[in-house]
């Protein structure tokens, strides 16, 4: 279809998935080659109706396939009650997540402590959230394990507070 509206979703469409290049990169991925963009991609279910992800596991010889998938659903929410909720979901596969970890705790001969975290990344200012993404990618890339305020208040104080109630060790 070409048509004004056509055209303006399809616009509103490659601004979001530039932004979700931006945060991909933020935290260091599109060079490593974590992320794949698949334009071919499919859901089953017809309440889509915008991007969609699917996560497959592939770090090593074992085929586990997808571990994760979800999408955009703006009227799903709407089949059940009287009002138009706009939403964004996804599964996770805790099994399948779970086996992985757990095959590559033990080929690597380590346990995992209890209290885990140890830096729990805020920022000062507006408009932070990728430089938020770099510095915990920094802090992956130096296997110090690390957290992100992934909140909407980007004053300091709120901030604080959260990463204070947080169990890092």
């Not at 690597?108 to 000062?124: D, F, G, I, N, Y």
């Not at 408009?127 to 992956?140: F, I, P």
Request: aromatic share 6%.
């Amino acid at each position: 279809r070409d048509s004004e509206t056509s055209r303006d979703a399809a616009a509103a469409a490659l601004a979001d998935l530039a932004l979700l290049v931006d945060y991909v990169d933020a935290f260091g991925r599109l060079a490593d080659g974590r992320m794949k963009l698949e334009l071919s991609l499919a859901r089953g279910l017809d309440y889509y109706t915008g991007i969609i992800l699917e996560a497959v596991y592939v770090g090593d010889k074992s085929a586990v396939g997808s571990i994760s998938g979800g999408g955009r659903y703006d009227t799903l929410v709407g089949m059940f009650c009287a009002n138009a909720v706009p939403a964004v979901g996804f599964s996770l596969g805790v099994e399948r997540i779970y086996t992985i970890l757990e095959a590559r705790l033990k080929k690597e001969k380590r346990e995992l402590p209890a209290e885990h975290t140890q830096v729990c990344v805020v920022s000062v200012g507006d408009n932070m959230a990728a430089e938020r993404m770099r510095a915990c990618a920094d802090l992956w890339a130096a296997e110090i394990p690390t957290i992100m305020y992934t909140g909407t208040n980007d004053k300091l104080m709120p901030q604080l507070k959260k990463a204070k109630a947080l169990p890092i060790a």
